[in-house]
């Protein structure tokens, strides 16, 4: 069990006991003494964040912690998540931060961390970070002469554009599409607008106004009515909104219709079988929607399920030398470019098959969605799922829902919630079987 870590990096309440200037200096500075390599004469971190008004308290703590542990830090100002990813590599950092509490709304924050080939934290490099974070201080300071020095770049934008594009033909253009972009008020606002427009797109661009309180505030992935009132109002072709480190993507057709993660797996997934660009098969998510299952089943393509968390879709997709993986959520991760989830990447691909007078609607149609109710139950204690009496719930629902659908009852892995997900085309006997399990955490 870890201490800090969750299932996508560190996250929480601003100024609360996990996420506060004391705390960020020592997991700074333990991450600084993890990575730092001997045989490297300077070691280097690089440092992103997304928009929040407490990035500016964070991330000083963070730089400190890190140059008092020896290592030079590049700071970038606001980037989305697989930017930072991609930096890392490119600049052969040590290890790379980002200071953000995606999705979250603007009091929480946090950090994702990854190591020199861009990959975020295995569990167990997380746990050896742990037992230094709650060691003495002391013992990680370096000599006065050894300290690290900190320098901010304001490239980081151009040079995270100009490596999504190598990704693609020299010749793409857009100039026939119309695009809707919601940036959430998040880490993509400056790129995503930059990315698209220097393509030929024509972008209505909404969410790129951030003022440190309003990022993912009814905007963004986890807000589509904004996106779909634009897209009805400036009859676009196609909607995009990214979330607060613009690391997931939604799509909203030119029909106003909401297009989840999942569509997208399937339809990239297809366009890459008959490009013979898909390597091994699809990986996806206890999430994951039933219907793209047997679909990828109906059209031979290998599909396994992970735990949910992007950085447990890559571990899987790794392991099996797959090149495609995501969640339901729009974390989508393209392994024949990328580490993590990159909502703009993800977009590009999109729209480089679009550009050939197709509808997007079109592109998407490729199952039926499986009827799917999520509930998010607010808790003190993640562990009451761990009760007699839930278990037994738990198990009565799937024995109800045996042959008929599925139940899936998890920990929230960044926040104080008990998920309950079931899919069924049986819509009462879904609610019925969720009813029971609710009745055994609210008390």
């Not at 990035?55 to 980037?79: C, D, K």
């Not at 490099?125 to 060691?135: A, H, Q, Y």
């Not at 995270?160 to 919601?182: A, G, T």
């Amino acid at each position: 069990m870890k201490k800090y870590f969750g299932t996508d990096g560190i996250r929480g309440k601003v100024n609360s006991s996990l996420i506060n200037g004391e705390k960020f200096f020592k997991f700074g500075l333990a991450a600084g003494a993890y990575f730092s390599n001997p045989k490297k004469k300077k070691p280097i971190a690089v440092i992103a964040k997304d928009t929040r008004l407490s990035g500016y308290t964070l991330e000083p703590a963070l730089v400190s912690g890190l140059t008092s542990s020896g290592m030079h830090v590049f700071t970038f100002g606001p980037l989305p998540t697989n930017g930072l990813a991609m930096i890392t590599k490119l600049m052969r950092a040590n290890m790379g931060i980002m200071i953000t509490a995606s999705h979250n709304p603007f009091d929480d924050n946090g950090m994702k961390l990854f190591g020199p080939d861009g990959m975020k934290l295995s569990d167990k490099i997380e746990r050896k970070i742990e037992k230094i974070i709650d060691n003495k201080t002391e013992k990680y300071l370096v000599n006065s002469h050894k300290l690290g020095r900190v320098k901010r770049l304001e490239t980081g934008t151009d040079l995270y554009i100009n490596i999504l594009k190598k990704n693609f033909p020299k010749k793409l253009n857009l100039k026939n599409i119309k695009i809707v972009l919601d940036c959430a008020n998040g880490a993509g606002y400056k790129a995503g607008p930059k990315l698209f427009k220097s393509l030929g797109a024509k972008v209505i661009s909404i969410g790129t106004k951030p003022d440190g309180l309003n990022i993912n505030k009814n905007c963004g992935s986890t807000f589509p009515k904004k996106i779909k009132s634009a897209v009805k109002k400036y009859n676009a072709h196609i909607g995009i909104a990214l979330d607060g480190d613009a690391d997931r993507i939604i799509i909203c057709d030119e029909k106003c219709n909401i297009v989840d993660g999942d569509k997208i797996i399937a339809m990239l997934a297809q366009r890459w079988k008959e490009k013979r660009l898909l390597k091994g098969g699809v990986v996806g998510t206890l999430m994951s929607n039933y219907g793209l299952e047997k679909y990828f089943e109906q059209n031979k393509i290998n599909f396994k399920r992970a735990d949910v968390g992007d950085r447990y879709v890559k571990e899987l997709m790794k392991k099996n030398n797959f090149n495609l993986g995501g969640e339901q959520s729009g974390h989508i991760i393209l392994g024949k470019f990328a580490t993590t989830g990159d909502g703009l990447l993800v977009a590009l691909e999109i729209l480089f098959s679009l550009r050939k007078n197709k509808k997007t609607s079109d592109l998407f149609n490729l199952f039926k969605i499986t009827p799917q109710i999520l509930e998010n139950i607010t808790v003190k204690d993640k562990n009451i799922i761990n009760t007699t009496e839930c278990k037994m719930a738990i198990k009565k629902a799937n024995e109800l829902m045996k042959g008929k659908g599925r139940m899936l009852v998890r920990k929230s892995g960044t926040e104080s919630k008990i998920r309950i997900m079931g899919e069924s085309e049986n819509i009462n006997l879904l609610r019925d079987c969720i009813k029971i399990i609710k009745k055994t955490i609210y008390k």
